[in-house]
């Protein structure tokens, strides 16, 4: 029975391991897509970000960051354990790659005018302060399980729709609208599109991405086993479907209003899809999964002409469209027909309201914490040591100003030349 018991436990903790390591690759998803979707003058800085918040994030997350998220908390609101603080390597690698995706959320939506410097330091605010505490709300048996208090039934965010994806989300809308929109992006009121310069990299980084999805949220079981309804190859089926659905609503969509099918908002459809399945892949049902990733990524289209057009914030990849909307729908429908085992929670299968209220409590906790924080630190550096280049910096491209290379030097001969 013992022997039975740590085979089964070394088989969990090398499943988290794993998904860990998938979890990291997405960091290179996140640079292909953003890269591929942004200008060619800025694709080393981007990258350089990408390096930057799986670096400089893995350090600052496992010197504070871990702690103020799992260490002990009598609040329910923050903890804390002491710098250096873990539960075991396995466990702080796996947090650690999540933190790291929060953060690159925001280099995105703010690409091609942002300074590298203060980009910095806003990477190790998000990773050692927003980030943390507010996951512990959640992961760490915060307020939002305290069903004694505010809260009528205990929050669910399984795999981080707003703990990891919201805040991000959120944090890059702030962004982008503290920085100020590309030269150009305007022209008398109107928003130009302002095309990516290689759309298979961008399409090679959603696959990654999608690929490392069945990571991020698989691996958020904490172990392989599990009965049908929440075990880790139930988790990694109904992430796919929500993908598959995301990608299809967003295509069908922009087909019927572009006349074309779009592949911009096919692969943040796919992405939505991802990113609103995420809080609930292990309280949904394979026909509730397809629903809530079809609506995701047809949210996701109407999201970016909003944000676009509407609010004139320039997000150059629509991250706070794909992470912070659809995060928050994600959390959202698990009140409207999510599932604990064959029982249902939601609204729409007879749970009654208390699941969906409990949701949309900890939806508005997350979106005006990022907001806030996201603010006050960004508004501090704005006024300190500024978020954006110069004028001439933008227009020669940050692969240039801010670091000096190119990634494409045998095209910027060619230009020269002509």
């Known amino acids: 029975m013992q022997d039975t018991a740590a085979v089964e436990g070394d088989m969990g903790m090398l499943w988290m391991l794993i998904s860990g390591i998938l979890v990291f690759l997405m960091q290179a998803g996140f640079t292909l897509v953003e890269s591929g979707m942004t200008r060619s003058k800025n694709v080393v800085n981007i990258a350089m970000k990408n390096v930057l918040d799986i670096a400089v994030g893995s350090l600052v997350f496992w010197f504070v960051g871990y702690s103020l998220m799992y260490g002990e908390s009598a609040s329910g609101w923050i903890g804390w354990s002491g710098f250096m603080f873990n539960q075991g390597p396995a466990d702080l690698f796996f947090q650690t790659v999540f933190c790291a995706t929060a953060a690159t959320i925001v280099s995105g939506a703010i690409a091609g005018r942002t300074k590298y410097t203060t980009y910095i330091i806003f990477s190790v605010i998000l990773t050692a302060i927003i980030y943390p505490i507010a996951g512990g709300w959640e992961w760490n048996g915060g307020w939002l399980n305290d069903t004694d208090g505010v809260m009528p039934a205990e929050f669910i965010d399984f795999a981080g729709s707003s703990v990891v994806h919201a805040v991000g989300g959120w944090a890059a809308l702030v962004a982008a609208f503290l920085v100020g929109p590309r030269i150009g992006k305007y022209l008398n009121g109107k928003a130009v599109n302002i095309p990516g310069h290689n759309k298979l990299l961008a399409a090679l980084g959603v696959f990654i991405l999608w690929f490392g999805w069945f990571g991020f949220n698989g691996g958020s079981q904490l172990a392989w086993g599990g009965d049908d309804a929440v075990g880790a190859s139930m988790v990694v089926l109904v992430t796919n479907l929500a993908a598959s659905a995301g990608a299809v609503g967003a295509l069908f969509l922009s087909w019927f209003r572009y006349k074309k099918p779009n592949l911009d908002m096919t692969l943040n459809g796919a992405l939505a899809g991802l990113v609103s399945i995420t809080a609930g892949c292990g309280n949904m049902t394979e026909g509730g999964a397809i629903i ?58 007879g749970g009654g309201s208390a699941q969906f209220v409990a949701q949309l409590i900890g939806t508005l906790a997350y979106a005006i914490w990022a907001v806030v924080t996201s603010f006050i630190f960004l508004s501090i550096l704005k006024k300190t040591l500024g978020l954006r280049v110069t004028e001439n910096e933008e227009v020669e491209g940050l692969d240039l100003s801010e670091h000096g290379a190119l990634a494409y030097p045998g095209k910027r001969q060619r230009e020269i030349e002509d």
């Open 292 to 349: 809530a990733g079809f609506i995701g990524g047809i949210i996701v289209v109407f999201s970016m002409e909003f944000v676009e057009q509407k609010l004139k914030i320039d997000d150059a990849v629509g991250a706070f469209s794909v992470h912070g909307v659809a995060g928050a729908w994600g959390t959202l429908v698990i009140g409207l027909w999510g599932v604990d085992g064959d029982t249902g929670i939601g609204l729409f299968n």
